[in-house]
Every structure is written in C-alpha cells, then in structure tokens.
C-alpha cells in the first residue's frame, strides 16, 4: 500500500506542469504557477527578428524569473495596494478594455439616436440649401453707412431682377467671402442653424425664388432658393453619421453610455469599475494575449516601482554609497585623453576677468554656477556668459583654442568682447565621483540590481519544469 501511495504521489507530482491541459506549467515561482502560453507571449513579444540582442530561450529564462521575483517582492511591500498604482494601472487597463464597449451594435444605436434628435428638430420644415449676396454692415455702423449698405443691395437686386447671373454678381460683389467664391451658395442648411431674420426668409422661399432686400444684424441679404428637402432616411445618413461621431470624439461618449446602461441594469448591485472588470475578463476568455498584455501592464507597472525604490532611486541618492563606490573602482574611469575642469567665460569689461576667477576660486566646482549667476548677472543687466563643465578635446571651440593649444577658430560673442578660461586640466583621472556621475550612478545601480536579484533568489522559491520549457514554441496546440 505505501509502495502504491508513493506511485501516486509521483504520478501526482510529476503532472503538475500539464495541470492545464494544453497549456502546461512552464514554472512555478512563489509559489504562482506561469503557463507556457504565458512564457511564450513574453519571450516572443521581447524577441522579435528585428531586436539586436536575440535571447534563446533557455538564457531568457532567467530574465524571466528575475523579472516575475521583482513583482513578488512588490506584492509582498503591498505596492499594488497603493491609491496611485490602482489609477495608473485602470488607465492603461481601460485603454484596452473599454473601446469593447463602443461596439458595432452599440455605435449603431448612437448613430440611430443622432438621427432621430435631429429629424425631430428639422421637422417638417425640412432643410433649405440657398445662395445669398451679402452687404456687410458692423453692428455699431452709422446711419449713413447703413443706408449706404442698403442702396448698394438695393441696386443689386434691380440688376438681378433684370435677369443678371446671380452666381456672377456674388462673386462679384458678395461680402461675405466664404460664399463669394462659390457664388454666394452656402451649405445644406436646418431650422435654427442661421440668422432669425434670414431663415424666415430664405424658409419661406420655394426653388428658385429668390427673395427681397433681407436685413439682418450683419447687413443686407438677397437670398436665392436653390433647393429643398426632408431629411433623407436613416440607412442612407448612417455611414455619414458614424464617420461624425468618430470626427467629433464622441466614441468615448458611447462608451460611457453603454457602461451607465450596464450599471442600470444591475439594479445597483455593480459599480462601473465592475462593469469594466466584467468586460476584461470576457475579452481575455477570447484572447489570451489581451490577458498577458493587461498583466504585463500591471506589472511592469509594479516592476517599475519597486526598482525605483530599491536600486534607480536609492542609487541616484545615495552620495555615500556613490563615493565608496567610486573609490573602489576608480581606474574603471580613468581617461584616455585628459579633461578640462572648468569654464569658459566671456565678459564686457576687463576689470570683470579676474572678479569672476576670485568669485568662484575658492568654491566648490558644483556651486560655481548659482554664484556667478546671482553675482553678476541680474534681471536686468548680464555682465558675463558662462560654459562651465567637464571639456575634452573637441567640445568646445574656447577651450580648444585657449586650453588645448589647438588652432581653431572660435566665434565671439555680441556684446561680450572678452574670453577667459578658469579651471584645471586633469589628465589622466576625476579628481571625484562628481566628475563622473553618470557613469558612476549607472554601475553602482547595476550593482545593487545584481544584489537585489541575489536576495530575491534566495528569498522565493521557483522551479522549472524542464519537460515543459523544452516544448515552447515547438507544440501544435
């Protein structure tokens, strides 16, 4: 009996990988088991033909555990807890997730709802598309110029009456440009779209009828009835309709409506947010891919966080730790052509060179700009230009010349006739981890990464199934 139960417990173990099925157990890491569907859409997303640095997947593996032992920790500092972490991370969930609500049947039923409001607001006065000749008066004209306005309108509408080109004499003599140039013809207009003193004019003409001298707020109107019509059925508008909804942004709109619809009919007893996870989790049950794509978002936002804290930021901060390190390693810096520590400086006055050299002489080099700054240069009045840095060869013209010894040619500055060095050339090596923190900062980081990922691994535990890994990529279902 105890030789059957040890079979079974071996049977048992050894199929823990290929508990799902078709989709095996690739690993377990803490404990959380990752599937081989879940491993390949990671390896295949970060190993395209076009990245430079192909992994196999055996060496991606490691990546991998490093990458899923990261999120772990960020779990166990509760960091998914965090106000902040949960609206960045709905964000870029909803933008996945929610566009699935605006759909075909969804968007139809906007463009239905559209078109039924605007019916219902054209009503039977239907729509009017006329051509008009304007003479533009300012809201505040003067008598004289109104009447002036008037008497050009009204000649206007004699010679029209006399059979003149209506076309002809809007692009002749229409104020109003927009139409001018189409001979006074303007789009399909609906009731309230226009003046009140035109539309009741231009609505009571029939085809071809043209109107009167009509005065409005912005001048004298001859308006020409070139058509009308009802509003054509719905079928015939609905592609127009739904290209305005996306030009107008309104699919958003949409969405919300449909989510607002959703919560309605749960009688209250779910929120938006549970409208949304409803819909993430019927989205994933089609695509698995959206399912690791929504989780990679989740945690690499996690990853992001925890890595800031425990080695990008801590490093960037840490000016101890930064000098210790720098001290350690110092000929990982050192040079192979020297450096000038310093600055080229350009002033008015000669009096002003050696005041901007005793100014900063004694002062360490990270104060010097702040001083010169407050020292010389006012809000009102620059007495000096500044580059101040770390110069090789090569980076600037000044200091080629009256550093480096080089001939070349430099360009003076307006109004600053002037050019003076102050600094020190350092051959071979910094003289401090300042000079190079960047370089610094970059490997202390990867140092404390490499003894974090240390840590990591022996903190949690993980297993591969090599079996399984062995298939990635290379099965049919």
């Keep these: 009996m105890k030789f059957l139960n040890l079979i079974m417990v071996a049977l048992l173990c050894g199929s823990v990988a290929y508990a799902q099925g078709d989709d095996p157990v690739v690993m377990k890491i803490n404990g959380v088991p990752v599937t081989r569907s879940e491993f390949e859409y990671s390896y295949n997303k970060n190993n395209t033909e076009d990245v430079i640095?192909?992994?196999?997947?055996?060496?991606?593996?490691?990546?991998?555990?490093?990458?899923?032992?990261?999120?772990?920790?960020?779990?166990?500092?509760?960091?998914?807890?965090?106000?902040?972490?949960?609206?960045?991370?709905?964000?870029?969930?909803?933008?996945?997730?929610?566009p699935a609500f605006a759909d075909s049947a969804a968007m139809m039923a906007e463009a239905r709802e559209i078109y039924d409001r605007?019916?219902?607001?054209?009503?039977?006065r239907g729509l009017i598309k006329p051509a008009h000749i304007l003479m533009y008066v300012e809201q505040k004209a003067t008598t004289e110029k109104m009447e002036e306005a008037r008497q050009r309108a009204d000649s206007i509408y004699s010679v029209l009456k006399g059979g003149a080109d209506f076309a002809e004499l809007a692009r002749k003599y229409s104020q109003d440009p927009g139409s001018a140039k189409n001979g006074g013809e303007l789009p399909w207009l609906q009731p309230g779209q226009t003046l009140k003193e035109f539309e009741d004019a231009a609505y009571a003409l029939?085809?071809?009828?043209?109107?009167?001298?009509?005065?409005?707020?912005?001048?004298?109107?001859?308006?020409?009835?070139?058509?009308?019509?009802?509003?054509?059925?719905?079928?015939?508008?609905?592609?127009n309709i739904l290209r305005f909804i996306d030009a107008r942004g309104l699919r958003e709109s949409v969405i919300d409506k449909q989510i607002d619809k959703l919560v309605k009919a749960s009688g209250g007893t779910k929120t938006k947010e549970d409208i949304i996870a409803d819909k993430e989790k019927e989205l994933e049950a089609k695509d698995p891919s959206l399912k690791y794509l929504i989780g990679e978002y989740h945690d690499g936002l996690l990853l992001y966080e925890i890595s800031n804290r425990t080695v990008?930021?801590?490093?960037?901060?840490?000016?101890?730790?930064?000098?210790e390190f720098f001290n350690k390693n110092k000929k990982r810096y050192y040079w192979t052509e020297p450096r000038y520590k310093?600055?080229?400086?350009?002033?008015?006055?000669?009096?002003?060179?050696?005041?901007?050299?005793?100014?900063?002489?004694?002062?360490?080099?990270?104060?010097?700009?702040?001083?010169?700054?407050?020292?010389?240069?006012?809000?009102?009045?620059?007495?000096?230009?500044?580059?101040?840095?770390?110069?090789k060869e090569g980076d600037n013209a000044f200091i080629d010349k009256m550093?480096?010894?080089?001939?070349?040619?430099?360009?003076?500055?307006?109004?600053?006739?002037?050019?003076?060095?102050?600094?020190?050339?350092?051959?071979?090596?910094?003289?401090?981890?300042?000079?190079?923190?960047?370089?610094?900062?970059?490997?202390?980081?990867?140092?404390?990464?490499?003894?974090?990922?240390?840590?990591?691994?022996?903190?949690?535990?993980?297993?591969?199934?090599?079996?399984?890994?062995?298939?990635?990529?290379?099965?049919?279902?």
């Design 206 to 239: 029939q085809p071809g009828e043209m109107s009167g001298v009509v005065k409005s707020p912005v001048g004298f109107h001859i308006i020409l009835m070139k058509d009308r019509k009802q509003l054509e059925p719905f079928d015939s508008l609905k592609a």
């Design 403 to 477: 550093v480096f010894g080089k001939d070349t040619t430099v360009t003076q500055l307006k109004d600053f006739p002037i050019d003076a060095v102050y600094g020190k050339l350092l051959k071979k090596k910094p003289e401090s981890y300042t000079d190079v923190r960047g370089l610094v900062t970059a490997d202390y980081q990867e140092m404390l990464e490499k003894q974090w990922v240390a840590e990591l691994r022996k903190k949690y535990p993980f297993e591969v199934y090599e079996d399984v890994l062995k298939t990635v990529n290379k099965h049919t279902k």
């Design 53 to 98: 640095d192909r992994k196999s997947v055996e060496d991606y593996v490691d990546l991998f555990i490093n990458y899923k032992l990261k999120v772990a920790a960020a779990y166990d500092a509760k960091l998914d807890t965090l106000s902040s972490f949960k609206k960045e991370f709905a964000m870029y969930r909803d933008q996945e997730v929610r």
């Design 342 to 391: 310093g600055m080229v400086y350009h002033v008015k006055q000669k009096a002003d060179v050696d005041s901007v050299r005793d100014c900063v002489k004694d002062l360490p080099f990270d104060k010097w700009a702040e001083v010169l700054r407050t020292t010389f240069n006012s809000d009102s009045v620059l007495r000096i230009r500044v580059e101040k840095g770390i110069f």
């Design 312 to 323: 990008w930021e801590k490093a960037a901060g840490d000016e101890k730790g930064l000098e």
């Design 118 to 124: 605007t019916k219902e607001h054209i009503g039977p």
